[in-house]
């Protein structure tokens, strides 16, 4: 027996010698052959057995709690990885739309602006021909004629002034 728990050093295997405890410590003047009948070898034996398939499920039951607390550690874990990863997408997705919203505003609104800045300078040229009507209607037939003379000599002007910047531009580039 002491084979058995001391040699293999097993915890597990101790509780055997003191089932047999009893057998063991009997002195040899007081050990008769009755104390070692079958029947009392088979109750310590049983009880041995009983110890032993105690402890078994003892350790049985000791590892599956371990196994499922680390089972449910590593699950927690994985799931705060997954929803660390999900915040993290969601947060930039969130700032990409709202860039995208932001920059499609200000492009609306800088489309607003022009179209309201051609309106005001379609406006004003056409109150400058309308009171170019009016100014035209009012003078007389020979200066009418010299007016029309300088407007297509400020035409020319600028035209030729575009051709030159024209011109260098493409030069020099």
Partial sequence: VRAATGAAGQRGFSFVSGAFSGLL???PSRARFDDFSPKMFSQHHSSALNAVEDHRREMDAAAIKIQSRYRGHNLRKNRKEEYD???KLQARYRGFSTR???GDTKARHAETLAYDKAQRERQFRMKQRE???AMLLDLP???VEDWQREQEHV????V???WKRH???KDFG
């Fill in 25 to 27: 410590s009997l002195s």
């Fill in 85 to 87: 990863a999900a915040s």
């Fill in 100 to 102: 995208k919203k932001v």
């Fill in 131 to 133: 009171e170019q009507k």
């Fill in 141 to 143: 037939a020979g200066e």
């Fill in 155 to 158: 035409a020319a002007t600028t």
């Fill in 160 to 162: 030729q002034a575009n």
């Fill in 167 to 169: 011109r260098a531009v």
